[in-house]
């Protein structure tokens, strides 16, 4: 593996009560030359017909990813980092498996290529030492890459949870989300 300056104290924050539906991640992370002008995080609208809030959705980077674990062709990869990467474009032969495996509905077919595409945490940037590019550009702070000593500070009454229940299955992954200060997990139904 080529060196990396790839640091394990930063995590990613997501505060989905933070969002302010600019649009802003998706258009910096679609400037990304390794996306191909495409957006792998994606704003959506929570009930458009009666309210404003919107939310983020990014890669949660599963520390056991399904999308991986269903992969006929071993197109994805999780790194030594914990970050679950795109399908290998070589590899992937465009099964959607990954599609419908993820419990958070994150990696999208490409009709297009005939390739799954999903945030990579902007590995490019991140294992040089930057930050992902949707957390530099979010003006509310929806989107944060730091330490979780700065984070403590800046959200006091929040605490980060990446621990995620769907029925019996406990998922844990590398990106934190925000929840109401003492929540341990998120339960999902």
């Not at 994805?76 to 509905?105: E, M």
């Not at 984070?151 to 009454?157: E, G, K, L, T, V």
């Not at 621990?163 to 992954?173: A, C, D, I, L, P």
Request: charged fraction near 20%; hydrophobic fraction near 35%; aromatic fraction near 6%.
């Amino acid at each position: 593996m080529p060196e990396t300056n790839y640091n394990m104290d930063m995590a990613f924050f997501v505060d989905m009560q933070r969002c302010i539906g600019c649009h802003a991640c998706e258009m910096a992370c679609a400037e990304c030359e390794t996306n191909g002008q495409e957006s792998m995080i994606h704003v959506n609208y929570v009930d458009r017909a009666v309210s404003v809030q919107t939310t983020v959705q990014v890669c949660m980077h599963c520390e056991n990813p399904a999308c991986a674990n269903v992969c006929p062709a071993d197109a994805i990869h999780q790194d030594d980092f914990g970050v679950v990467h795109s399908a290998n474009t070589p590899r992937c032969i465009g099964c959607s498996n990954c599609v419908l495996a993820c419990p958070f509905g994150v990696p999208k077919k490409m009709e297009e290529a005939e390739l799954m595409m999903k945030c990579n945490m902007c590995y490019d940037r991140t294992s040089a030492g930057k930050k992902p590019m949707c957390a530099t550009v979010c003006p509310s702070q929806a989107l944060y890459y730091g330490t979780h000593e700065e984070i403590a500070r800046m959200r006091p009454n929040s605490t980060p949870v990446n621990s995620f229940k769907f029925g019996n299955q406990e998922v844990k992954t590398k990106v934190y989300v925000m929840m109401p200060k003492g929540a341990k997990q998120l339960i999902v139904d």
